[in-house]
């Protein structure tokens, strides 16, 4: 068994692990201090891409804590580096929010918004702002060849009180079930979203933990990387899920906050 106090870098999801809906989870600002204080990196990593880095600092800045945009990695980030490489300023229809818009934008991409113009890469994001005209144009595209490729792939985005929403996979579900085809994934479990920010900040892989509440993205990401998972029961999976499961993580702790004696 992994011992956590010689890792150096915590990958953290956000949704379900360090706070659910607008409020944060018990113990998770003294969980993020205890990284600090014991020389210890801690970098956000969500797949949920309707908010990019910017909207992320000012979200955990309003719950109390002191981040910069250096401190989050989105699967919108990973998507937009990916594509950068395979084809600088290509053409894409994008189901995505306003936020993840801006950052394509920012990227250098040029986002096309109708049926019948040329287009690179059809790009579904967590879309809350999603309407039949869009999904009805991205089926188009894609039943006619275009590449397809998702931001990530979880069904729900967690919230207070056992709530839920629909997430990115959800959509891509019903795209599956009207075009036949599935997206190529970006980000969580995808191994390359941990190479990329590896890459990104100069770190060892070795050396990375990857901490997060669903097992399919979160705990697959730390098997798929080879690098320590450690699953938390204060999001998405409960404890008759993992019984049930067949991805198994390093550790599991009921929150983050159970994290802190193991880390110092």
């Not at 969500?46 to 955990?60: C, F, G, Q, W």
């Not at 993840?100 to 994001?125: S, T």
Request: glycine fraction near 8%; proline fraction near 3%; include cysteine.
């Amino acid at each position: 068994m992994n011992n956590l106090k010689e890792k150096d870098t915590f990958l953290l999801d956000m949704d379900g692990t360090i706070f659910l809906g607008n409020e944060l989870i018990d113990g998770a600002s003294d969980f993020l201090d205890t990284l600090k204080q014991n020389g210890k990196r801690y970098i956000f990593l969500t797949n949920n891409s309707s908010k990019n880095r910017m909207a992320y600092v000012d979200k955990l800045r309003n719950l109390g804590l002191d981040v910069t945009a250096e401190d989050i990695f989105t699967s919108g980030e990973a998507t937009t580096r990916y594509l950068k490489n395979r084809h600088e300023g290509a053409r894409i229809y994008l189901l995505g929010t306003p936020s993840l818009e801006e950052e394509f934008i920012r990227e250098g991409f040029q986002l096309v918004n109708g049926r019948g113009e040329k287009v690179d890469f059809v790009v579904l994001g967590f879309d809350t702002t999603l309407t039949y005209e869009k999904v009805w144009i991205a089926c188009e595209y894609i039943a006619a060849g275009v590449e397809y490729i998702a931001t990530h792939p979880d069904f729900v985005c967690p919230l207070p009180g056992g709530a839920f929403m629909p997430d990115a996979g959800a959509m891509a579900a019903m795209i599956e079930a009207s075009t036949g085809k599935k997206p190529f994934v970006i980000g969580k479990p995808n191994k390359a979203v941990v190479e990329s920010i590896a890459l990104k900040y100069a770190l060892n892989q070795n050396e990375m933990v990857m901490v997060g509440d669903r097992l399919y993205t979160d705990v697959q990401t730390g098997i798929n990387a080879g690098i320590t998972s450690i699953l938390v029961y204060s999001g998405e999976t409960k404890p008759e899920d993992y019984e049930k499961s067949t991805i198994c993580a390093d550790f599991v702790f009921p929150s983050v906050k159970y994290i802190i004696d193991q880390v110092k």
